[in-house]
């Protein structure tokens, strides 16, 4: 089977218990990427060439005698992301050396893998991950049997300019990852609360997920979430932020919200309107409005959402997906918690 290119059709799903990945990677109904297998039980050399295929050219070795196949690969492209989960059938080396065009994270959701980039090394267990810059150089020194991963390649050219949005300004200066990302923190809970809602979203072929508006949110919010959760050479200016954000700042996005509350806008989004950083961008709204802009556009959203359903011409999971709310329990919970009754009680008594 070959990798698809994601248009209206897409892949599994995965969730995340007590912080840590299930290894669902060995082809289970709940397998992470289950509707788009590329290869099951592959000899090494059709696991090589599969994964060069859906990435990019890589060294990719036996670390002893090469063995039956059992290798296993799933994966799928959307405009500026390659997901992917792999299953090594035995010990192996695979080295891309210095990829030049993506934004690289692992996640490992089975056994040890080592991982190496220019003077630093570290070993990801299960449910911690590694990111990896596009002009350093990448490799698994070691991937054993039976270990599994999650490899998310993100575009260059996105993650730059979700960084420049967050910064209010152009950058100049390579970005600089560092190589252990550390998903327990509450930003990198989130960053992979994002990735599992895009895995979901995946798994339904009718979903919104076939709009390409969809996917480039999804996109820009793996990119974003990532600027803010893992530590990097701009961290420290994402954290001061520039010159203060002024009322006028605040108002345009609230402007723009209000304006078109149907956009699928990420904080990079908000802070390019507003010509300030994110950073000055949320404390002027925590100052003047007393929610972050995200908070406020989630709260405008709820607001329409709960109008147009007490029109009573409208079906909720319709509804719900035309504001962004693309996963129906967290919208009905976030409904519930707003309004104090559900979506489906709002609809009846129209």
Partial sequence: MRTATLGARAAGATAATRGRWPDRAAGSRSAVLRRHAICERASLEEFRHELNALYYP??????????????????????????????????????????GAGYHVNVTLAGRIANATDGEDTVAAAGEATVFAPHRTHRLDHCPEGAAQLGIRIDRDLVDRELEALLG????????????????????????????LLLAELDEPDGPIGRAAVRSFHERQ??????????????????????????????????????????????????????????????????HVGATPM????????DRVREELRRGDVAVTECAHRFGFTHLGRFAAAYRERFGELPSQTARNA
């Fill in 295 to 302: 908070e406020y556009l989630r709260s405008v959203r709820l």
């Fill in 58 to 99: 890589a060294r990719v070795e036996p670390l002893g005698r090469a063995r039956a196949g059992r290798g296993l690969l799933r994966g799928v492209r959307t405009e500026h992301l390659t997901v992917g989960v792999m299953r090594f059938g035995q010990p192996t080396l695979v080295d891309p050396g210095r990829t």
């Fill in 222 to 287: 793996l990119a974003t979430g990532l600027l803010l959760a893992q530590r990097h050479n701009h961290t420290d200016a994402l954290r001061g932020g520039g010159a203060p954000a002024t009322p006028r700042a605040v108002r345009r996005v609230v402007d723009l919200v209000q304006g078109d509350p149907q956009r699928p806008y990420t904080l990079g989004d908000l802070a390019r309107a507003a010509g300030v950083s994110a950073r000055r961008l949320q404390e002027a709204f925590r100052e």
């Fill in 169 to 196: 300004r152009p950058v100049r200066v390579p970005l600089e990852f560092a190589l252990a990302f550390d998903l327990t923190t509450p930003a990198g809970r989130a960053w992979r609360a994002a990735l599992d």
